[in-house]
């Protein structure tokens, strides 16, 4: 005798027997009930006390052995909440969860406090809420420690929230708390909260209440049988549960049989009751036999409709003795069973476990594929298949191309206000292009933006804010030939090591709405930056340089222009300005030039040969020293250089000591040229050698932070950038304005700001090259097509001596790129030479070239003599 339509899942390798081809109902609603006259010993049969055995005998299984089921001993009289809750103690042992029946029984103990009481029916769901109420009360005990607005926040919100899920009118927020509100109305959508119909229900309307905890139990029970791969664990429940009550239990099947009138309910429960009350069977069929049948009738229905008349007919038999021999009615062979739905195999215990080790396993993966995505790809958030962070981790740096609003140095607040202003450009640009005709297009800054010398990149910095300057400024203007800029950084490692990669990498960022026309920066004249030169101009890409200054530059792409002088202009003005001081009597006609012997520093190795060359052109007894530059290894066996080797730049420092010459350092400023002033504070504080540095001494001196360190030692550099005046002074150039403007840290002195390193003017006049040959294009009579080759085309324009051409006013002075042709340097371009010590203020001694408003007094007298070819 099976209970319901479902059955125990088929074993895997055994067929079914008699009757498993019969057609499946898996859609039929309401509640089986029999009736049993003269039950006898039939009840113990079908609900015994123990399975292991009853009586003498071992326990034959009438009804599969599976099949939840409650036998709870009714009393005369005993009201129908009590029997409830005895049934659902007994089926909670068959991990059946009821849910609402026990948020609707902790209410119905507590309706004499809340009749007639909102507020006390409020607190009531409070606390039965237990998840949430905790929530709100972690949350106002939180608030203490938090500002005002947010603890106002914290105190006010969780508590509105939790009062909207109380009332059970928000869908999505109440849950259980909505079901509620639907049973105490009768289903009403008008109806109030929850707390208000609570406080309605009367206590002693006991018909009323037992109604309600029979919803309850009927609806957890149809809950938990829904078959659906959201309700795996309804799927697993094959047989309805089995509630068998004695003859006292009328009252509550008199409810069911109330509730089973709306056949269209999903109620699966079957319920066996009993009394005293004989029945005349019609027939001589035995009457167990008799309730097989009506089972098949039953479950083997051919339409709703037949099978709805099965159902209002409740089956009513008189039971009789059991038989001597029960092994006939035995179903425990669970290969015999009546035909029935079969549980999905999704369901099963095996499925089940390997879902949850698969989806634990893929959430692994993902986890572990992000993770190895943010170590690998320097990237945030979570990992997408489909995209790309477009940068890389390459040893301890950070490299490949971003938006602003990725921070690819070593963190500091000043940094990171620079590039929120590029972040907010971006965005504007992109705001002002919906519906423009305005040329939109997206300008590289291409640089070394971290370091792995922990210092604090204030030129990269400085950089980032020129760029910043020349975008505000361009995408404020107006006109229909004023481009929009978006800028993308690229970095290419601290000693741009990465920079033909990062080159390869810029042709994968060819947007179409704004595309990339130009690359802007660049960094260290090394070999990895020739290599970038090379790759960028095979894609066609031009390039403005804003600090790079080795002669051989020129020569590596048509494509290359720069806004700084060469090496030759700065190596001429150092002999010139030695000149000047053995004139003086400051140093004897003597010069040692300290190096970095790094191969692959074209800037170094040619700046050094220059300068060499012209102090021995102004007679000057020369001598070139080399260092080995911090994080390389020093001179192997293979060494063929004659020049003497000074160790490294600290060591090279302290030989410097004593010497009545004129020191040049021809290296780079961080971490070299630091160490090296270390080194001379180390052995002669008191007395140190006249030290001129070549202009990447400025990377240094950009930082008064790391400077001041070393406060006794003054020393001269050359610089490429027009010295600006202090902040609320009148400005040679309204770029200096606007950056104080726009970044008040800039005016600190000492502290963060600029000083007069100029690599953010120079960075500015780079940006406003490459934007003044993008304006030119919208601004011919026949407007031509914004893209890198135009683009490239335009810079070539930029000499005064062509009717169309004109020159630019920078910041660092005059970018004049040529007298009667074009070239890929500006002429006459500003050298400066600066003294600083400490954490003072770099003084400006003088300098020479085209810089506009500049008076005599500022400019060395023998300016006039430098050679056309430096010029």
């Excluded at 939840?68 to 001993?73: G, L, Q, S, V, Y």
């Excluded at 945030?380 to 490299?399: F, I």
């Excluded at 191969?599 to 300068?611: F, H, I, M, P, Q």
């Excluded at 009717?803 to 009667?820: K, Q, R, V």
């Amino acid at each position: 005798m099976q209970d319901s339509p479902h059955v125990a899942r088929r074993p895997l390798l055994t067929g079914w027997r008699e009757g498993a081809e019969a057609r499946q109902h898996t859609d039929r609603k309401g509640i089986p009930l029999v009736r049993l006259s003269e039950a006898g010993a039939w009840p113990q049969a079908l609900a015994p006390k123990s399975l292991s055995g009853f009586g003498d005998k071992a326990v034959t299984h009438v009804i599969s052995p599976d099949i939840p089921r409650a036998h709870p001993d009714i009393q005369p009289g005993e009201p129908i909440p009590r029997i409830l809750a005895r049934i659902v103690a007994e089926l909670r042992s068959n991990r059946l969860r009821f849910p609402r029946y026990r948020l609707t029984a902790l209410l119905v103990e507590q309706l004499a406090e809340t009749h007639g009481s909102e507020e006390h029916a409020r607190r009531v769901l409070r606390e039965a809420d237990r998840n949430w109420g905790w929530g709100v009360d972690t949350a106002s005990t939180g608030a203490e420690h938090v500002p005002f607005p947010i603890n106002l926040l914290l105190r006010l919100v969780p508590g509105f929230l939790h009062d909207l899920r109380l009332s059970g009118r928000v869908p999505g927020l109440g849950g259980r708390f909505r079901w509620l509100r639907r049973a105490l109305s009768q289903d009403d959508r008008a109806a109030p909260g929850v707390p208000a119909l609570l406080a309605g229900l009367d206590p002693d309307d006991d018909k009323r209440v037992s109604r309600l905890l029979l919803r309850a139990f009927m609806d957890d029970l149809s809950r938990q049988y829904r078959r659906s791969p959201s309700h795996v664990r309804g799927a697993a429940h094959v047989f309805y549960p089995l509630l068998l009550l004695n003859e006292h239990g009328d009252e509550l099947v008199e409810l069911m049989a109330e509730r089973r009138a709306d056949l269209d309910r999903f109620d699966p429960v079957v319920v066996v009751s009993y009394t005293a009350d004989a029945v005349q069977i019609e027939d001589d069929e035995e009457p167990l036999w008799t309730l097989i049948r009506w089972r098949r009738e039953l479950v083997t229905a051919d339409d709703a409709a037949t099978w709805g008349q099965v159902l209002r007919n409740p089956l009513a038999i008189s039971a009789p003795p059991l038989p001597s021999d029960l092994s006939r009615y035995d179903v425990a062979d669970r290969t015999w069973v009546p035909p029935a739905r079969v549980a999905p195999w999704w369901s099963s215990w095996v499925a089940i476990t390997l879902f949850w080790m698969a989806l634990a396993g893929a959430v692994g993966a993902y986890a572990g594929q992000t993770a190895a995505w943010h170590r690998n790809a320097c990237a945030t958030g979570l990992w997408t298949p489909w995209s790309e962070s477009g940068r890389q981790l390459a040893g301890t740096e950070c490299v490949g191309v971003a938006e602003p609003d990725y921070l690819f140095a070593p963190g500091n607040a000043e940094m990171r206000q620079v590039q929120a202003v590029l972040q907010q450009e971006n965005e504007r640009a992109a705001r002002l292009s919906e519906g423009s005709d305005r040329p939109y297009v997206t300008i590289v800054y291409l640089a070394a933006l971290t370091s792995s010398d922990n210092d604090t990149l204030a030129a990269a910095r400085e950089g980032l804010a020129g760029v910043a300057i020349a975008q505000k400024r361009q995408n404020g203007a107006a006109g229909p030939s004023e481009p929009l800029v978006r800028i993308l950084l690229a970095n290419a490692g601290g000693r741009m090591q990465h920079g033909s990669r990062i080159a390869r990498l810029l042709l994968r960022y060819q947007d179409g709405q704004a595309p990339i026309v130009g690359v802007v920066g660049l960094d260290q004249s090394r070999q990895e930056t020739v290599a970038a030169i090379q790759e960028l101009g095979k894609a066609g890409l031009p390039m403005v340089a804003s600090t790079l200054s080795a002669d051989r530059l020129v020569n590596e792409s048509p494509f290359y222009f720069q806004v700084a002088p060469q090496n030759s202009r700065q190596a001429w003005m150092a002999a010139a300005f030695a000149g000047s001081l053995a004139a003086k009597g400051e140093v004897a006609r003597r010069a040692r030039v300290y190096y970095s012997h790094d191969e692959t520093d074209y800037y170094a190795a040619n700046l050094k040969s220059r300068v060499v060359a012209n102090l021995r052109e102004s007679r000057f007894a020369v001598e070139a020293h080399r260092f080995t530059p911090i994080g390389l290894a020093k001179p192997g066996a293979g060494d063929r250089s004659e020049d003497p080797y000074a160790g490294d730049p600290r060591d090279a420092g302290v030989s410097a000591c004593g010497f009545d010459g004129l020191v040049y350092f021809a290296g780079r400023g961080i971490p070299d040229f630091a160490e090296f002033v270390k080194g001379v504070a180390d052995k002669c504080a008191s007395s140190p050698p006249v030290i001129l540095g070549g202009d990447d001494v400025t990377r240094y001196v950009a930082d008064v932070r790391v400077r001041s360190a070393v406060g006794g030692i003054g020393y001269y550099y050359e610089s490429f950038a027009v010295a600006p005046s202090k902040c609320g002074q009148p400005q040679r150039h309204d770029f200096y304005a606007e950056l104080f403007a726009t970044f008040p840290f800039e005016c600190e002195e000492p502290g963060p700001g600029r000083t007069l390193d100029g690599h953010a003017a120079l960075s500015y006049d780079a940006t406003e090259t490459m934007i003044t040959a993008i304006r030119r294009l919208g601004g011919m009579r026949h407007r031509v097509p914004v893209n890198s080759y135009t683009v490239w085309r335009q810079l070539g324009t930029l000499y005064t001596a062509d009717p169309t051409g004109h020159a630019i006013e920078g910041a660092t002075g005059a970018l004049d790129f040529g007298a009667s042709s074009p070239r890929q340097y500006p002429l006459d371009k500003a050298v400066l030479i600066l003294h600083v010590k400490g954490a003072e203020r770099p003084t400006q001694i003088g300098a020479c070239g085209n810089i506009t408003g500049a008076t005599d007094d500022e400019l060395f007298p023998w300016c006039d003599s430098i050679p056309e070819r430096y010029r």
